[in-house]
């Protein structure tokens, strides 16, 4: 599931991401709450996961997290570019930043290829999977749109306490702090971020 939240509007628009036309309902819905100005902050937040080791993975598993963890924040992106791009060439600020227009695609330090964490304690290896490659989606993202100058970063939450991240033990983050403190380091956020894959706290990540 995905969030576009716009700022001063009374409720939220969540596509169904696997499904091409609940995407583009979304994009009108929005289009119309936006009445004629662009979108400058589009939230990726899709995840789910499945308790699979190396041996159990199956391939639907791993085709159905792709699914939620990828192909959707990919599909969502791409629907939503015109309004970005909108936002961007209307904004008076020079430069990139979540006030003018980004894609922020939520990721998370599991997805890391060169620092990985937790493997003993939990494989999870279409998760880890998947969000190695919303990485690259995002990496890839900040290229293509780069001359657009909208700003394309991944950010890892932290263990935050929702259903998914609750099935570990009692996770260490509400859901409120992680929030607050995500806001505060996007805000913080500029062309020298771009394609980069960053922690709640705004600490670099490698990829």
Known sequence: MDLCYLPGSRGTTCPDISDPSSIKTAEAIVTEQLKG?????????????????????????????????????????????????????????KGMSCSKAAIVNISSHVGSITDIIGWHFVPAVAYRCSKAALNMLTRCQSLGFAEDEILCVAVHPGWVQTDMGNRLGQAAMTVDSSVQDILSTL???????????VNWEGKTLAF
């Open 37 to 93: 100005v662009g979108l400058n902050l589009l939230f990726n937040n899709a995840g789910m996961s499945k308790p699979n080791t190396l041996e159990s993975v199956t391939p639907e598993e791993m085709a159905e997290v792709y699914q939620t963890n990828v192909t959707g924040p990919m599909m969502v992106s791409q629907a939503f570019l015109p309004l970005l791009r909108k936002a961007s060439q209307e904004s008076p600020q």
């Open 187 to 197: 805000s913080h956020l500029s062309e020298k971020d771009n394609g980069s894959f």
